[in-house]
C-alpha cells in the first residue's frame, strides 16, 4: 500500500470520527466546532483573553500600526486585481492566437492553494511551520485590534485537523459588522490625522455620556432600533491589522534571512561524484554517488573546474588523494589517474545559451560541442574556462562546433559549423571577454581518467544569486523574483530552501559555525515564514467577501456611494452589488486561470 493511500485512510477515518462526534453533539459540548462542512475543529477557549487587554495598551501604537495597514492593504488590493487581471487577458489572448499553454505544475488546481503537502511547491514540514504562524499573528493581531476600538473577543483557540494548522480570534460579530452604519459618525475618505483624534475625542465622550445616564433615561433596547456596530474607520482597522501583521512578519523574516543567516552560509564545494562506472579507478578507491569532493592533494576543491584544472598538471600513472564528504563525515581515497580510452570524444557541451548574448545573436545553440576556439582545442571545461579568461570584450573568435543530430545549417568538411562571433563584456567590473554558454550537460561534467560523472550546481554562483535579491527590489523584476523564488526558482528549478541535496553543497560559516545543520533548518523557517506571510497577506487583500480586503472594500465603497447619494438604503444595496460583483469576478477569474489550459486543449 502506498503512502498516499495511508494518509487518504488516516484522514477518511478522522473525517469520519468528527462528523459522528458532531452528530452526537459530544463536540459541542466541549465548545468545539467544525470549520463548515470540513473535518477542521476550531477548539475554543476565554483563557488568554485578559492578554489582550495588556497588549492592547498601547492604543496609539496599535491605531497607527493598522491605519498604516489600511494603506497596505489598499495598494495590495489594487496589485492583485491588476495581477488577475493580465493574467485572464494573457490566457484570453493565448486563446485568440491559437497558443494556450499545456496544463502543468504551474497551474495545477493543487498548487493554487497555499496547503503544505497539497502544493508540491511546499515542504510539508516547513511548509506547516509558516503556516501556523502565518494564521497566528494573522488572528492575533485583529484581536489586539478588537480590544483597542473596545470590540469583545468571545474565543480564541486554534484550528486542527490531524494536526494544528493555524489559530483564530472569535470577535463580537454584533460589535464588529452591526446590522447598519450611521453616515454621520464617518470620516471622510481624506480625512487628517488631526480630524481623526477630534472625531474619536467626540465618540468618547457620546459613549462617556451614555454611561452616565441613569437607567430610566436610556432608551430601551427594543426601541433603539438596530444595533450599531463599529465604524467603518474602527472595522477597517480590526480587519487591516492582520494583513499588516502578515507583511511584517514576512519583512522581519527576509531580513533575517537575507542578512545575517544567508552571510553565515558558504559553499563546501561544488562537485559531487554523480556516477562511478564499474571497476574504474573511482570505484577501486571507494568514491561512492553522492560524494562532496573538497580537495584533492593539498588543493581545496570548490568547483569542479578546480579539479579538471588541477588534473590537467598530472598524467597517467600519477596517483592523486581525494577527499571526499558525505552526511559530515570525510574520507580519503586514492585514485591512479590512468589514461584517457581512445573512443572518448572530447569537448564541452553546450547546455544553454544565455538570452540575447553573443552565442545566441551567432546562432549556437543547446546541445553543440564545443570543439575548437581559435586555435585552441576545447578538450574539458577547465580549457574553456581558461581560454576564456584570456579574452576582452569586443574580441572576436572563431567557435567550432560539432552539431546536434539533424542539425540542418551549413556544415564544414569536418562535419562541424564555425561561427564567427564577437564577444560581449563580462561585467561592469571588467572588460572579460563573454560569450554566453552554460556547459556542461545539465551541469555534469564526465572524467574519463578517473571513470566517474561529476554533477556541479554552481552552488557559489546561486548562493551570490540569492545575496543578491535585495539589491534587485528597486525594480519590478527583482520583486518577481523573490515572490517566485520557492516556485520557479532563477531557472525553473524553484528553491524550497536548504534542505535534502542542495544542503550538502553548503556549510555553516562566522557566528552560526556552532549550529551545524541547525543553520539550515533556521534558513528554511525564515524562507517559508516570510513567502507565505506575504502570500496570506496579499490575498487577503483581495475585494472579495468573505476576505479582510473584501469587508473593506464594502465599507470604504458604502461610504463613497453615501456621499453622492446621501441615501443609507441606495448606498448598502449598490456597495454591496459592487462588492458581490467584484467576488464574483475573481472567483471566475481563478476558475479561467485553473481551467483555461485544460479547456484550450480541447478546443
Not at 143 to 158: D, N, P, Y
Request: glycine residues 10%.
Amino acid at each position: 500500500m502506498s503512502g498516499t493511500s495511508i494518509v487518504l485512510g488516516i484522514f477518511l477515518m478522522y473525517w469520519f470520527l468528527i462528523s459522528f462526534l458532531d452528530r452526537k453533539g459530544i463536540l459541542e459540548k466541549y465548545n468545539i466546532s467544525t470549520f463548515g462542512p470540513l473535518p477542521i475543529l476550531m477548539i475554543r477557549t476565554t483563557k488568554g483573553l485578559k492578554l489582550l487587554d495588556v497588549l492592547a495598551r498601547p492604543k496609539l501604537y496599535w491605531r497607527s500600526f493598522a491605519n498604516l495597514g489600511i494603506l497596505l492593504m489598499f495598494a495590495g488590493m489594487i496589485a492583485m486585481f491588476l495581477v488577475i487581471a493580465l493574467s485572464d487577458l494573457a490566457l484570453y489572448t493565448s486563446f485568440l492566437n491559437g497558443n494556450v499553454p499545456e496544463p502543468g505544475k504551474y497551474n495545477a488546481p493543487r498548487n493554487i492553494l497555499l496547503i503544505p503537502g497539497v502544493n508540491e511547491f511546499i515542504p510539508f514540514t516547513w511548509g506547516v511551520i509558516a503556516l501556523i504562524v502565518t494564521l497566528v499573528v494573522h488572528e492575533f493581531s485583529h484581536a489586539i485590534l478588537c480590544r483597542v476600538e473596545g470590540i469583545r473577543v468571545k474565543s480564541m483557540g486554534i484550528l486542527f485537523a490531524l494536526v494544528p494548522v493555524g489559530g483564530f480570534a472569535e470577535p463580537d460579530d454584533e460589535q464588529l459588522f452591526g446590522t447598519k452604519e450611521k453616515a454621520e459618525r464617518e470620516l471622510p475618505l481624506t480625512a487628517t490625522i488631526e480630524e481623526i483624534e477630534e472625531w474619536e475625542k467626540g465618540e468618547k465622550i457620546g459613549r462617556d455620556t451614555e454611561e452616565l445616564r441613569p437607567e430610566e433615561s436610556k432608551p430601551k433596547e427594543a426601541d433603539s432600533g438596530p444595533v450599531i456596530g463599529a465604524t467603518r474607520t474602527q472595522r477597517a482597522r480590526i480587519l487591516a491589522a492582520g494583513v499588516m501583521a502578515n507583511f511584517t512578519v514576512a519583512f522581519i523574516a527576509f531580513l533575517l534571512f537575507f542578512g545575517p543567516v544567508l552571510g553565515a552560509i558558504a559553499p563546501l564545494s561544488d562537485a559531487m561524484v554523480l556516477n562511478v562506472s564499474e571497476s574504474s579507478p573511482a570505484d577501486l578507491a571507494g568514491l561512492e554517488e553522492g560524494m562532496i569532493i573538497t580537495q584533492i592533494n593539498d588543493t581545496d576543491i570548490t568547483t569542479a573546474v578546480d579539479l579538471l584544472t588541477y588534473l590537467e598538471t598530472t598524467s597517467p600513472g600519477d596517483t592523486v588523494r581525494i577527499y571526499a564528504e558525505k552526511n559530515d563525515t570525510v574520507s580519503m581515497h586514492d585514485l591512479k589517474v590512468v589514461s584517457v580510452p581512445p573512443d572518448y570524444i572530447g569537448g564541452v557541451l553546450v547546455g544553454g545559451v544565455v538570452p540575447e548574448s553573443p552565442a545566441d545573436d551567432a546562432g549556437i545553440e543547446t546541445g553543440m560541442t564545443m570543439v575548437r576556439i581559435n586555435n585552441t582545442e576545447m578538450q574539458n571545461i577547465a580549457t574553456f574556462v581558461s581560454f576564456m579568461e584570456t579574452t576582452q570584450a569586443n574580441q572576436t573568435v572563431k567557435v567550432e562546433l560539432l552539431p546536434p543530430e539533424n542539425y540542418t545549417g551549413n556544415l564544414t568538411e569536418n562535419g562541424t559549423v564555425v561561427f564567427d562571433v564577437q564577444l560581449s563584456s563580462n561585467s561592469p567590473e571588467n572588460d572579460r571577454g563573454f560569450l554566453g554558454v552554460i556547459y556542461g550537460n545539465n551541469g555534469v561534467a564526465e572524467f574519463p581518467m578517473f571513470g566517474v560523472s561529476i554533477w556541479m550546481p554552481q552552488a557559489k554562483v546561486y548562493l551570490d544569486a540569492l545575496k543578491q535579491i535585495p539589491s534587485l527590489l528597486t525594480v519590478p523584476a527583482g520583486w518577481i523574483i523573490l515572490f517566485g523564488l520557492p516556485i520557479y526558482g532563477f531557472a525553473g528549478e524553484g528553491f524550497r530552501g536548504f534542505s535534502g541535496t542542495i544542503m550538502q553543497f553548503y556549510q555553516p560559516v562566522g557566528w552560526a559555525e556552532p549550529l551545524g545543520i541547525g543553520i539550515f533548518w533556521i534558513a528554511n523557517t525564515l524562507l517559508w515564514v516570510g513567502w507565505l506571510n506575504f502570500y496570506v497577506g496579499l490575498f487577503n487583500c483581495l475585494p472579495a467577501v468573505p476576505l479582510d480586503g473584501g469587508h473593506v472594500f464594502k465599507d470604504y465603497t458604502y461610504s463613497f456611494i453615501y456621499r453622492l447619494t446621501r441615501n443609507d438604503s441606495v448606498s448598502e444595496k449598490i456597495s454591496n452589488s459592487i462588492t458581490a460583483s467584484f467576488s464574483m469576478l475573481i472567483l471566475f477569474s481563478f476558475i479561467f486561470m485553473i481551467f483555461g489550459p485544460f479547456i484550450g486543449q480541447w478546443i
